[in-house]
């Protein structure tokens, strides 16, 4: 398979990576906007050659993938489509899906695309960022697969299922509101715990030589790039702010127990929070 | 060096590893309160022996470990030092430390004390989570080590430096100041992150479906234990408190700005708050 992808980031590369190491795509074309990432992304071996005209880089793959940011991912998504002939496969591989799947809902070449968002990723941005065996083993989600055509869903599943990743299948509005759960909220938190102790830092210099395994953990986020998450906050916004403010109630009651000695109380969230272990044992 | 530990936990069981792999205790002796987690520990090899008379155990030893939850530490300590002899050692492994010194400030054998806090751990507890090498590389505080016998101070140091750790000196105030920021908060972030989660998904069953890397870093300290972490928090409420008012503050702009679509501003907050790369590279 002749495999066109476009944007070389951390996912669109690690993609590359586990294609080429599945044997799953002869030839792997680029296109990316920056021109050291192009070039990082040739020197790392993620693709054999960058093309800069995107409908050429279109016309000589049997699958496009589109691996830029969310808000790019609108714009770019529709001429892709317009491009693509009757044997060809386009899917894209966003955090955020139903403004995409909006965009294309009505474009005649609709069922040549699936939705597709792999569960996986790191802290990090960029063809360096770019890891072979990302989403082995996690979890990918096809979005509204019922509106692509039957032979295009099934390479798709084919090509994923080959990874090897796990098949999940979710509208996209249940995708939007679970992922603002389960990775967004997430993030909104470590950025706010960064900034925390950032803030306290200025009085206090050599408060991080205490940071330990636990710090690491919840703040290792915080890492992440704007130019990533700043669309997907834009595009599930209404879903964010929703998760976001059930979770300064939380912390709110914490505060408040706390603040009002309740210790019984105290226990008792801690205990119910304990809870999440059926969820991650 | 004849060890005795109290309280057989993950660090006090941690410990009895570590010291045991390094050939730093020819014996070690338990003290533990519930009879499981004592049957356990012998199961594990954690100690040679369990000793139920507290004076008896201390009488045995050249060094004695005291890890007990926070709340049992205060009234644990001051019996131990009672105790003492002149050639003994004692010290606490503790996550806050202002209200247990000031516990022995006034204390005859006040300078056999050696007022320790190894910054490692993880979400589990009892006997079965301790890892013999969980204290390896990381950082020890060793707190207001002027008030420890100098020869007491020294084998102190020689034994966490074996381990190997990096020793830190702090006040007692300084060190809970910091702890606060560099691991209290990550809990109680944490807990309220589980706690968001876990309210929804009384509607939402097939939510966690999509659980990835991202949440479960975030989310991981939530199984810790109340019986750890509430004492930890009372003795450390006031701190605590400021962090978590400074954390909620940063959290609600966030949302402000989200909330009102300011991209901008959130595009800046979270090239702020990528700064942490500083201090976690």
Not at 216 to 229: D, F, G, I, N, Y
Request: include cysteine.
């Amino acid at each position: 398979m002749n495999v066109t992808i476009i944007g070389l980031g951390l996912i669109g590369g690690s993609l590359a990576l586990s294609l080429r190491q599945h044997g799953l795509a002869q030839r792997i074309v680029g296109v990316e906007q920056s021109a050291a990432h192009a070039q990082r992304a040739l020197e790392l071996a993620l693709v054999d050659e960058i093309e800069t005209d995107l409908a050429a880089a279109v016309s000589q793959a049997d699958l496009i993938v589109v691996a830029v940011p969310m808000d790019a991912m609108v714009t770019v998504l529709p001429p892709v489509l317009d491009a693509v002939a009757a044997h060809q496969v386009v899917i894209d591989v966003g955090s955020t899906k139903q403004a995409l799947l909006a965009a294309v809902a009505q474009h005649p070449n609709r069922g040549r695309f699936v939705a597709v968002h792999p569960m996986a990723g790191t802290e990090h941005s960029g063809p360096d960022a770019a890891i072979a065996g990302l989403f082995e083993g996690k979890t990918v989600v096809l979005c509204d697969a019922d509106r692509s055509d039957a032979d295009a869903l099934h390479i798709v599943e084919q090509l994923f299922h080959a990874l090897p990743m796990r098949l999940l299948y979710l509208d996209g509005a249940d995708h939007d509101l679970h992922t603002a759960y389960v990775s967004h909220i997430s993030h909104i938190t470590s950025f706010a715990l960064a900034l925390t102790v950032l803030e306290k830092e200025k009085e206090e210099q050599r408060i991080f030589d205490l940071a330990s395994g636990g710090f690491e953990s919840t703040v290792r986020l915080a890492k992440s790039s704007p130019a990533t998450w700043v669309p997907i906050f834009r595009q599930n916004r209404l879903n964010v702010l929703d998760v976001l403010d059930e979770h300064l109630h939380q912390l709110q009651h914490l505060r408040d127990l706390l603040a009002k000695e309740d210790y019984t109380g105290l226990t008792e969230q801690i205990q119910q929070a304990n809870h999440i272990r059926k969820i991650l044992p």
